[in-house]
């Protein structure tokens, strides 16, 4: 059994991402901000945490942690010249500096187990570039570098890895999912004509995060359905 920290997951793709490790038979150490789960068979314990607090809390952590996965984000989507500075800072306090306290607060944890692994995750818009995404891009791109530098800076010890997912149909994502029309033409925009599940990325977390993904470090996965490569 190992043991795993999701900061974020009462929703969407942490929430799906706790689930598939409890039912691997791993113990889950996950944090909530607004709803708290109820928690599942004893293997998942639920903390309050916000990331944006300047002290937060992990003194529930055990002596060793395999794996950390960050997935606070937002997405905000506005003509640029619409957006005030201070909106750029309130996106890069929650997706880039929160991710960076909690990897620091965990890093002892994290070196204990040897061969433990951090998930971040990035959007398909950082490498892309899609208009009204500036705010988002901004805060992902630096995700996207960090991901790198750590990953340079913890290696054998820690492996680090970002997935950059296009539209999940996740409650983050839900004004740009509420009606048949708005699905549709989401889903056709995509090379494989359909919208990401929160089990799409799940699934790819969990495999960075197991030892399948063991000799994987450094990289950026666009978990996309072909959105970044593919002009079909």
């Given at each position: 059994m190992s043991n795993y920290l999701i900061i974020g997951a009462s929703s969407g793709i942490g929430s799906k991402l706790a689930e598939q490790l409890v039912g691997s038979g791993h113990k889950v150490l996950a944090?909530?901000?607004?709803?708290?789960?109820?928690?599942?068979?004893?293997?998942?314990?639920?903390?309050?945490?916000?990331?944006?607090?300047?002290?937060?809390?992990?003194?529930?952590?055990?002596?060793?942690?395999?794996?950390?996965?960050?997935?606070?984000?937002?997405?905000?989507?506005?003509?640029?010249?619409?957006?005030?500075?201070?909106?750029?800072?309130?996106?890069?306090?929650?997706?880039?500096?929160g991710a960076i306290k909690i990897i620091q607060a965990a890093i002892p944890q994290l070196k204990k187990a040897g061969n433990a692994s951090i998930v971040l995750f990035s959007t398909v818009a950082v490498q892309s570039g899609f208009p009204f995404h500036t705010q988002v891009s901004a805060s992902k791109g630096a995700i996207?570098?960090?991901?790198?530098?750590?990953?340079?800076?913890?290696?054998?010890?820690?492996?680090?890895?970002?997935i950059a997912p296009s539209l999940t149909d996740t409650p983050l994502a839900a004004s740009m999912l509420n009606t048949d029309q708005k699905r549709e033409a989401n889903a056709l925009r995509h090379p494989l004509k359909k919208t990401g599940t929160p089990e799409n990325i799940a699934d790819m977390a969990e495999f960075l995060l197991s030892g399948k993904g063991s000799w994987i470090t450094g990289q950026i996965f666009h978990v996309d359905g072909g959105m970044s490569s593919l002009k079909v």
């Amino acid at each position: 059994m190992s043991n795993y920290l999701i900061i974020g997951a009462s929703s969407g793709i942490g929430s799906k991402l706790a689930e598939q490790l409890v039912g691997s038979g791993h113990k889950v150490l996950a944090t909530y901000f607004k709803n708290k789960p109820e928690p599942d068979a004893g293997l998942i314990t639920y903390h309050y945490l916000n990331v944006l607090d300047e002290i937060n809390p992990l003194d529930f952590l055990p002596d060793t942690l395999e794996g950390l996965v960050y997935c606070p984000g937002s997405i905000n989507l506005r003509p640029f010249e619409r957006i005030k500075p201070s909106g750029f800072v309130d996106d890069f306090n929650l997706q880039v500096i929160g991710a960076i306290k909690i990897i620091q607060a965990a890093i002892p944890q994290l070196k204990k187990a040897g061969n433990a692994s951090i998930v971040l995750f990035s959007t398909v818009a950082v490498q892309s570039g899609f208009p009204f995404h500036t705010q988002v891009s901004a805060s992902k791109g630096a995700i996207e570098g960090l991901t790198r530098a750590l990953a340079a800076e913890y290696a054998p010890k820690i492996r680090v890895n970002c997935i950059a997912p296009s539209l999940t149909d996740t409650p983050l994502a839900a004004s740009m999912l509420n009606t048949d029309q708005k699905r549709e033409a989401n889903a056709l925009r995509h090379p494989l004509k359909k919208t990401g599940t929160p089990e799409n990325i799940a699934d790819m977390a969990e495999f960075l995060l197991s030892g399948k993904g063991s000799w994987i470090t450094g990289q950026i996965f666009h978990v996309d359905g072909g959105m970044s490569s593919l002009k079909v």
